[in-house]
């Protein structure tokens, strides 16, 4: 079992920087892949990033190449995301997700922290 909880969303003014944390509790948890999704109202939910469980490896989703940046710190069990000059549609609810099964699919998932980005 692992435990999965997501922190530092907020409110913050486009152009803005905002740093969410991902804390994974759990046998598994740091030897696991960990991914960041994102789900706005009305959308289907959508790949933000991945890493693996060394953090040599990372991936992102075509909307955040570039702006964002994933990283992990084994020794906290804690996962990074940090999105730089956020834009008014990375407005959604952000969920961490731990023990991917495939690319998109994971067995566990925080309960998501919501970010808004202000035109």
């Known amino acids: 079992q692992v435990q999965v909880v997501e922190s530092g969303g907020g409110l913050v003014q486009a152009g803005g920087s905002l740093r969410l944390s991902c804390s994974a509790f759990g046998r598994a948890s740091s030897t696991s892949a960990m991914g960041w999704f994102r789900q706005a109202p009305g959308k289907e939910r959508e790949f933000v990033a991945d890493i693996n469980w060394s953090g040599t490896q990372t991936d992102y989703g075509d909307s955040v190449k570039g702006r964002f940046t994933i990283s992990r710190d084994n020794a906290k069990n804690t996962v990074y995301l940090q999105m730089n000059s956020l834009k008014p549609e990375d407005t959604a609810v952000y969920y961490c997700?731990?023990?991917?099964?495939?690319?998109?699919?994971?067995?566990?998932w925080g309960r998501g922290t919501q970010v808004t980005v202000s035109s």
């Open positions: 997700a731990a023990v991917p099964t495939s690319k998109l699919h994971y067995i566990y």
